[in-house]
Every structure is written in C-alpha cells, then in structure tokens.
C-alpha cells in the first residue's frame, strides 16, 4: 500500500473515531441531563435514532429466554413503518422468542439478524412490519434482569459496518450504565422516602449519637415535641439531656454510661426523670444499640426516646393499691376470726332450741304452702322456707322449687324500697304498703298490696319474716284508664281548635260550650248559656230537629252546613257535624262547628276565576281557529301557484327567486302549524292516542326526510337501536314522530359539518331515545330558556337560522302529554344531545289480548283532588289563592283529626299537612293515616307545609311516612313545582297498575 492510501485510511480511522466519541459524547450529555430512567431512556434513543438512520430503535426487556412474556419499554419509528402501539404492555413471549434472547446473551456484542440467519427474523416482524435487517445486543444493568436494544431497518437490507455495530456496542454499554445509575438513585430515593415517613410517623422519639467521644447528637423531631421546645430552641447533645434530667437521676447519667461501655453489652435501656418547658415532670425510656469497631472499641450509638410517663403513673398506683389490698386483707381476716368463733358459741346454744323450733315451722311451711293467698316465709338471711303456688304464679315463677334460694337471686332487680322494708321487718317491725308499683324484668309492670311481718322462733327471737302480697294491677289499669279518659276527653272538648256545644234537643239551649265555640261566635259564657240554637239559625225550628232526632240516633254522624248570626250581628258560614250521645243517662246532641266562611268565599271567587279563564281560553282558541282558516285559504293558492310556476320556469334567475318564495311559504306553513299545536296544548285539547306502531319504521321515515338535506351539508347521518328495543310499542307514533322531525330538522339545521346519530334503547319502563349531534352547541347559561315558547338563545342565531322559537316547547309538551320527558345537554362548539324518555308499553304478541288500544284524551281532564290541613285560616286562605287556577280542587280542615277523618272517608291525590297544630300534630295525623293504608294497600302522597325549616324536622316528617317537605314562606312556583311533581308520579304509578306492569 502507497503512502497517499496509508494516510487516506488513518484520515478515515481518525475521523471514525471523532465521530464515535462525538456521538458517545451526545449520549453522554443525554444520560447526565436525566435524572428519571424513562426519560433517559427516549432521549437516548431519540438521539441514537439520528445517529444511525434506522426505521425503528427499541429496547427489550427482560432478555431471558424462559421468561413468559415482555415488553417494549421504548420504541421509536418513522411514520411510514409504525411500531406495536402497544408500549409498556406485558406481551406473551412469541415462538423463537426464547431462542432469539439466548443468542444474543451468548455474544459478547453486537449480533445482526437477516431473513438469513439462525435463527432468522421473526416472520411476524418481516411480514407485518417489514424488517430486513437487525442489530441487537444485551445490556447488562447492575439491577433487575439483562435488557436488549435493537434496530430494524425496513427500507433496504442493510448491511451494518463494523464502526456501526462498534457505536452501536458503546451505545448499548453506557445505556446499561446509565441504566444502572438512575434504578440505584430511584431505588435509594425510595428507601430514603420510606426513611423519612418512618421517622416522622413515629411516635417515639429517634437519636444518633455518631461519635462518642463528641457531644454532638442527631435528635428527630418527636424528641423536641417531647420535651415541648422548638428545634431552635434546644441544641440535640448528650449535656442537653444531662441539662433537662431531674436533680435526682443527673447523678446516675455517666456512672451507669460508663458502667455500660465496660460490659459485654450492645443494648443500652435507661429511664430518668426530666422537666419539660412548661415545667412537667415527665418519666423518659432511652433505648439504644452500641456499634463497636473491630477490636470492640465503642464507635458510635443510634436509638429512641419514649415518654413512659403514664405507664409509670399506672404503675405507681398499681404498687400503692397492692399494699393497701395487703393490709385491708389482713384486718378482714381478723374480724372474721372473731365472727367465727362467736358463731361456734351461738351455734351450740341454739342447737337445742332449734330442734323444738324445726316442728312449728314445719306445719308453718305447709300452711304457708297451700295458702289461697300469695304468701312466703323466708329465714333471717331472706332465704326461702315456704312459698305458696299463688306465690309463685302472681310472680311467674312456675313450678320452680324456691326452698333454700335467696329471695334476692330469685328477684336480683328487687327495688331498694323492698329490701330496706325487709330489713325493718328482720327488726321487729311492720311493713306494709297498700299500693306499690313492680316493673318485672321483662318489662311488664305489676301494682302489689303488700305485707312483712317478722316471725319468732321458740326462744323469742326473730326467725325470719312473712310476706303476703295481693296483685292489684287490674284495678289500677282500670282506675287510671277511667281518669286518662276523662282528662283526654276534658281536654279534647275544651283545647279542640274547633267549636264543639252541647245542645239539650228538649229546649234547643246550649248546655256545655268549648273554648273555641265562645271566642269564634263572640259571645260571653253568660250569653252563650241563655242562648238557643234559633237564636243563632232560624232555618229549623225545635220540631223540625225533633223529629229528625230518632233518625240522628241510629247513625254514626251527621252533616251538613249552616250559618250563624255572630255577637257582633254578623253571618258567618258554618260546616256542622254532629251525633247524638247520652251523657249521665241523659240524651244530648253534640255539634261540631268549622268556620268554613273564608273557604266559601274562596269557592266562589275560584268559580268566577275559572270561568273567566275559560271564557278567554275559548276566546283564543276561536281566534286562532278563524286565523288558521283565513290565513290557510290564501297560502293554499299561494303555494299551488308557486310550485306551478316553478315546474313552467325555464329561466334560472325566476326559478331562483320562486323557490326563495316557496321555501318562506313553507316556513310560514310550519308556523301556523306551530301555533296551532302549541294552542291546542295550552288549552289541552290536544288527544294522544295509544295503537300499536312500529318504533323502527317511524324512526326511518322520519330520518328518510332529512337524508337529503343532510347529504347536501356534507353530514352523517347514523341510527343505532338496540337489539333488546322490540319492534312495536303501544303509543301515539305520529306525536312521536312530530318530536322527532322536530329534535332531527334541529340537528341539521344547525351542524354545519361531522356527524348526526339517533339512538334508540330502553330502560324497564321507557323507550330511550337521544339524538346526538357534532354541531354549533348551546352555551351553559342559555339552557334554561330552550324550551321556552317564541324563545331564541340570541338575535345572531335568528338572523342566521331563523325559526319562531315554538318548536322545542311543543316538542316538549308532547312529551309530557305522552308521560315522558325531552332534557338536553350541550356544550358550545362541540355539539348538543336531546334525550327523549317516553313510558310507552312494549305490544302483546300476535294472538294476545290489546290492553293499551284506546285512546288517552288529554281534553279536559279531571280536577286533582287535594287536602290542605292548617290551624291558620290566613294560611289556609293564602295556599288557596296561590292554588287558584289550577287544575286541582282544594279541600280545607284545621286539624290532624279531621284530616284523618277526611282522608279515611275520601280518596285525595295529594294532602299538605301542616306540623304544629293543636290536638293531634301532623306527624301523628300521617302515621294514623299511613298505619290504615298499609291495611288497605293505597298511598296518598303526603308532604309537609311547615314553618320549621331545620333538618331535624325534616327527618322526623320522612320518618312518620311523609313524601316531601316544603318550608314557610313558600313561593307560588315552588309550591306549584311541588303538586306537579308528585301528580305526576301518582298518575304514573296509576298508569303502571292499569297496564299490568
């Protein structure tokens, strides 16, 4: 070789070797600037990427050929030869995956895969992503299992170079270096984390002392909380905790270190006594590990402080309750000697009088025994001689033998009363009590007639007592039920918030008179007993109720309504009930009186109310019924001619200008249509029928009309249905259809590029139908008026789309009318979704009964029956002038009472019920009533109008059996909002019992 090759070649050699350590060096930039493995890892092959020109560079792991799966940490491709898209997920180990990785294991470097080598790229990898050509190597990190680094090359078959596959190897090798480096760091950082959490978490308090010879120690936070410093306050040193130790146990600090040091010991455990700051004694544990060197010589120690001062005040107190419990011990064990002894003399001198005594009582006890009284004998410690079987009858004591029991286990809740009275009689004494009251264990309270007399023996002295008791419990249920009644009935008549008289039918006067009867019709209690029912009513006179009388007395209760003449001479109306009683062997007519004078009015207003409503109602429908047909006739030849013209124009500027004039003609077709329906359903004369149709037929008719438009827009327009939707329904398909021209036109109208999609599902009891669209959206705050009649969300929208505002409103009410619901979410820019929920019943089968066929009118229906229960007549009169006009018919009492009654007697749809009222509240009146419904298996919805607006009240509404709850002062919409609601729900249900769901 000449010289000029020879320098050529050391050139190439030279800049070979720049250009690797130039390249090295970029890597090396790369690993030092990370300081996270995975962002190390992209950027180095991010890097290496460029470097070498490959299609595709990525990193394998784990590089064991009997591991079962791996993963793709990192891939980095050109575009047009895309990888897995599956990165960092585990992938089942393929078919000569294992003997790929023993390869590449063996060689010492680099190792180049073609189609063919042995083992050959994978056909997966040249098949599906056209590899020709691979370079690996393993990578030996000093944590976990090896990795490998790859490339493929897809353009060509590429033929590696050794001062490629030299890069390539250094490459491999400071990745694995890196690698090592940064699964270390993490690693150490994890422990130092898990270090910091124990150390702070811990509720000792930790130390270091590093080096034994200093002063110097490592305290941790804990130790400060300790002693209550701050950590600037204390310096963490050995003459710190000699500084803050009790004068006491400073002495011991050194002596016992030193003593430690000597020994053979590695763990030291020392308790003394310091002050904290704020000047508490406290008892502190120190326990710590000694580190020696090699020749055992004290290095350092590392340890923790405990505070164990409540565990040596429990144990102070332990020893002093010990040495009291030795003492009391002995002095027990003294006096029981004495006792001892002076029983064995009182034994021996009644040894022969006990023998006598043993005969009398024996006929006692037999006595006692079979006694028709409820008797028992007991000894001086209450233990049983005798019991008689009424005994233990009246005391549920069965067939139990009680000889030799202790009357107090037999009876452990005996009252204290009862043993201080059995003391007394073990004195000499005579206990008795006529009546005392016995609550059993089981609850159950028993009323005694008592008796303990003491019995003697034969020489004189108290043996023992004799109880006799009489169970009187039946006359004292009877005695205080008598004085309930009349105390309930005193109060009832006299606290009623209605008038209640007695009237004598003899002379018609007045016998007896509440409170509320006097205050109500003004007159003073003088006045009212000389007055007679004539002097208040004329309109029947004494024979006229006397010869009703009989009549009167074999019913239940009478009513009727009634006026009377006031003390101040005015007419107030009156709603009477009454009955016939006899009082004292004396037959009376008791009255109940309800002023029902403001209600009347009320009735009358609501009449004239409603049919001026109706008047007016009527007025506009005919207006609009004339319109129609006068605007109708013109527009009919207006657009007959316009469609003629249209198929005649042959000039393209006239036909221009004809379809503009047949598409405003249309328009302002849709809008009477629009006004008309919007009328009908105002003045709900609009009829939904129930037939069977076909849910999927409807829907491709109707998108059918739209397909066109959408085409022309460019758009999309897609249906799904979901397979559990059946095929016919029971419901009114042209309504529906109406909604969804409607929801649809929308759509189209206003997406001027993407997607429409119609969605159809079912729930277990609606049909579920969204339409769903990609278009201009509706901004968040604009929601709340969408449905609103002639209403535009903003004046850009009408110019640019027009309308009249009256189409989502009618679709709306449809839905209603059909028993469903029309909501929509949107979000402006991206698109809205209207979603249609109708309860429509899936069709019988062929050859099964029709149970939904008939039509459902809407036209007039009936008035809602509601109960209003409030002791305030302004508050009664109020409800009802904000219920004016609606289709409800309100009922007014004034008390829990009468609206059990009323409720009892008729079926309401709704009851507002007050809480506080006199007599009987609210909560009572609603469990009377939901206690009669779960016998007869109705349920009227009830909900609370109170003045209380806690939530405590709230709860105690829902616990009673209450629906809701509406707090005072109550708005005219909240209210409304109310009675809708829960209508609704009662129609509902109504609607699921008559269709057999």
């Known amino acids: 070789m000449n010289e000029p090759n020879i320098a050529r070649c050391a050139a190439d050699a030279e800049q070979q070797r720049s250009e690797f350590f130039e390249c090295m060096d970029r890597i090396n930039r790369v690993i030092h600037q990370s300081d996270d493995v995975e962002q190390m890892l992209w950027r180095v092959l991010e890097s290496a990427f460029g470097m070498f020109g490959c299609d595709r560079i990525w990193l394998f792991y784990p ?327 009424r005994w233990k009858s009246d005391f549920g004591l069965g067939d139990r033998d009680l000889i030799g029991l202790w009357e107090y286990e037999v009876f452990p809740d005996l009252p204290d009363h009862w043993k201080e009275a059995n003391d007394r009689a073990l004195a000499g004494e005579v206990t008795k009590v006529d009546e005392d009251r016995y609550e059993r264990p089981d609850g159950s309270v028993q009323w005694l007639r008592w008796e303990a007399r003491p019995w003697h023996d034969a020489v004189g002295g108290i043996g023992g007592i004799v109880v006799a008791c009489e169970d009187i419990t039946a006359i004292k249920i009877a005695e205080q039920a008598r004085r309930d009644s009349e105390s309930q009935l005193q109060i009832l008549f006299e606290k009623s918030p209605l008038s209640i008289v007695l009237v004598d039918p003899a002379d018609m006067h007045f016998v007896r008179f509440n409170e509320k009867a006097h205050t109500s019709l003004g007159y003073s209690r003088e006045e009212f007993a000389r007055l007679r029912v004539f002097d208040l009513d004329n309109r029947y006179s004494a024979e006229e109720i006397r010869a009703i009388l009989p009549k009167l007395q074999n019913s239940d209760w009478h009513q009727f309504e009634s006026t009377a003449r006031t003390a101040a001479g005015d007419t107030r109306d009156f709603q009477i009930t009454g009955q016939v009683v006899e009082i004292g062997g004396k037959l009376l007519l008791l009255q109940i009186l309800e002023d029902i004078s403001e209600r009347k009015a009320m009735e009358r207003e609501l009449r004239q109310a409603k049919d001026s409503a109706e008047e007016a109602s009527r007025a506009k429908s005919d207006f609009l019924a004339t319109m129609s047909h006068e605007i109708r006739t013109p527009l009919t030849v207006v657009m007959a001619g316009i469609e003629h013209l249209l198929h005649n124009a042959a000039d393209p500027q006239q036909k221009a200008v004809l379809e503009m004039v047949d598409n405003s003609a249309e328009r302002l077709h849709i809008l009477i249509e629009d006004i008309l329906d919007f009328s009908r359903i105002e003045a709900r004369r609009l009829e939904i029928h129930r037939e069977p149709f076909n849910v999927r037929d409807c829907l491709d008719k109707t998108l059918e009309m739209f397909r066109m438009q959408a085409r022309d827009k460019g758009l999309e327009l897609a249906t799904e249905i979901s397979p559990d939707v059946p095929d016919t329904f029971c419901g009114d398909a042209d309504r529906l259809a109406q909604v969804l021209i409607n929801l649809v036109g929308n759509a189209v109208k206003f997406t001027p590029a993407g997607r429409i999609s119609v969605r159809v599902g079912r729930d277990a009891r609606n049909l579920l139908i969204h339409v769903e669209d990609t278009g201009i959206g509706i901004a968040q705050d604009q929601l709340g008026r969408l449905f609103e009649s002639f209403s535009q969300l903003d004046s850009s929208l009408t110019r640019k789309y027009g309308g009249t505002g009256l189409g989502l409103a009618i679709s709306k009410s449809l839905a209603e009318l059909m028993g469903g619901s029309l909501s929509v979410s949107s979000e402006q820019g991206k698109g809205s979704t209207f979603s249609l929920t109708l309860p429509l019943q899936a069709a019988p089968g062929e050859g099964e009964s029709a149970p939904c066929t008939e039509a459902v009118s809407v036209v007039e229906p009936s008035p809602a029956l509601i109960l209003l229960v409030d002791d305030d007549p302004q508050v009664r009169k109020l409800v009802g002038l904000i219920l004016g006009g609606g289709n409800w018919q309100v009922t007014t009492v004034s008390s829990g009472a009468e609206a059990v009654e009323r409720v009892l007697e008729q079926r309401f749809d709704l009851v507002l019920m007050d809480l506080q009222m006199s007599g009987m509240d609210g909560l009572e009146a609603t469990r009377i009533i939901r206690e009669a419904e779960a016998k007869s298996g109705a349920h009227t919805p009830i909900v609370a109008l109170t003045a209380h607006a806690r939530v405590d009240y709230k709860e105690q509404c829902l616990a009673a059996g209450m629906d809701d709850f509406l707090s005072k002062p109550v708005s005219k919409q909240k209210l409304r909002g109310m009675l809708e609601k829960h209508l609704r729900d009662s129609v509902e249900d109504a609607s699921s019992l008559s269709c057999g769901r």
């Open 63 to 389: 590089c064991d050929p009997e591991a079962p799966t791996y993963r793709i940490p990192v891939e980095i491709t050109r575009p047009e030869y895309p990888g897995a898209h599956a990165l960092d997920v585990e992938v089942p180990m393929k078919p000569m995956g294992d003997r790929f990785c023993a390869k590449v294991l063996a060689a010492d470097g680099p190792v180049v895969f073609g189609p063919a080598t042995d083992p050959p790229i994978f056909p997966e990898l040249s098949e599906q992503f056209g590899v020709r050509s691979q370079l690996s190597m393993a990578l030996y990190p000093r944590v976990g299992k090896p990795w490998m680094l790859g490339m493929h090359q897809c353009s060509h078959a590429r033929d590696w170079s050794d001062a490629e596959q030299r890069l390539f190897e250094g490459l491999g090798r400071r990745i694995a270096e890196g690698l090592s480096t940064l699964l270390l760091l993490r690693d150490l950082r994890q422990s130092q984390e898990r270090l910091d959490l124990a150390v702070t978490g811990s509720r000792e308090g930790l130390w270091d002392w590093p080096d034994l010879d200093q002063d110097a120690m490592w305290w941790s936070p804990r130790v400060y909380e300790m002693f209550g410093y701050r950590p600037d306050e204390l310096k963490p040193a050995q003459s710190t905790l000699v500084a803050l130790a009790s004068p006491e146990d400073q002495a011991r600090f050194w002596p016992t270190f030193q003593a430690f040091l000597n020994s053979d010991e590695s763990v030291y455990d020392f308790q003394f006594r310091a002050r904290s700051k704020a000047g508490e004694e406290l008892w502190i544990g120190s326990r710590g590990r000694l580190v020696r060197d090699s020749k055992g010589r004290p290095l350092r120690m590392s340890g923790a402080f405990e505070d164990i001062t409540q565990r040596r005040r429990v144990e102070d107190e332990l020893e002093s309750y010990r040495l009291q419990l030795e003492r009391l011990v002995d002095e027990r064990t003294a006096e029981l000697q004495r006792a001892n002894d002076q029983l064995k003399r009182a034994n021996r001198e009644l040894e022969h009088a006990g023998q006598e005594l043993r005969h009398s009582e024996e006929r006692l006890r037999l006595f006692i025994k079979h006694a028709p009284a409820a008797l028992a004998m007991f000894d001086r410690d209450m233990c049983y001689l005798a019991a008689s079987h």
